[in-house]
């Protein structure tokens, strides 16, 4: 079975510091791997993606790091902020399957004061 | 610009009673639909795709059905609530193979 394995499950972090929630996976077919935004009572929203041709992806304070060899991935967010406080679901992707995204189980993310 | 409307956004019905929700999207043409469910702990979990009008496939067999009646419409339905079908119910559409847009959801008590 398809698994997407993320983790923790919740995660508190001072302002300015440094959020980091981790995935794995196990289809080595896999080959887009995303993370996507999710506010209380909203569905989620694409936050940055990558594929397994880079090992790092940046986009101003988000930065996907890729580890193709450990069949893992992670999300850091720089500088966290209270805004950023939101669950976060990592996903994996086989290119042309109809964008059949397998999720993680998320990750609730609050940034404290 | 696309945009995708869900409703209703909030829905409380008794056990045994039959369910539709109703999904649309505007701006785009023949895009891929998709109902996901989301527990508490449990993620996103995928329920139906659709990749064209009757054309509907199921991940997980349940109580649950969907139709699409229109290129552009995406409906869920149950003839008998169970207790277990309460969550939040998020209706999603893609034309690139990457990128999922997800309506407003709706959050969906059996009581």
């Known amino acids: 079975q398809q698994q997407v394995k993320q983790s923790p499950q919740s995660l508190i972090v001072q302002k300015g510091g440094i959020s980091i929630i981790n995935c794995a996976y196990e289809?080595?077919?896999?080959?887009?791997f995303p993370w996507y935004q999710q506010f209380p009572g909203k569905g989620p929203a694409l936050l940055i993606a990558?594929?397994?041709?880079?090992s790092e992806k940046k986009e101003g304070r988000f930065t996907i790091s890729f580890n193709k060899s450990a069949k893992q991935f992670s999300l850091h967010i720089m500088d966290s902020q209270p805004g950023d406080s939101a669950t976060y679901f990592c996903?994996?992707?086989?290119?042309?399957?109809?964008?059949?995204?397998?999720f993680g189980t998320g990750t609730r993310l609050q940034v404290t004061l | 610009s696309q945009t995708i409307h869900q409703w209703p956004a909030t829905l409380v019905q008794p056990v045994g009673s039959p369910l539709s929700l109703e999904c649309t999207v505007e701006g785009t043409s023949n895009p891929n639909l998709y109902w996901y469910r989301q527990a508490a702990g449990r993620g996103l979990q995928l329920l139906f795709y659709s990749v064209g009008i009757g054309q509907i496939s199921s991940e997980v067999p349940q109580n649950l059905s969907a139709s699409r009646p229109q290129d552009r419409q995406f409906i869920l339905s149950s003839k008998k609530l169970l207790l277990s079908d309460s969550g939040f119910y998020l209706c999603?559409?893609?034309?690139?193979?990457?990128?999922?847009?997800f309506g407003s959801g709706t959050q969906l008590s059996v009581l």
């Open positions: 990558i594929r397994p041709d880079v």
């Open positions: 289809n080595t077919a896999f080959d887009y």
């Open positions: 999603a559409w893609s034309v690139r193979v990457e990128k999922l847009f």
């Open positions: 996903a994996a992707d086989l290119t042309g399957t109809a964008s059949k995204l397998t």
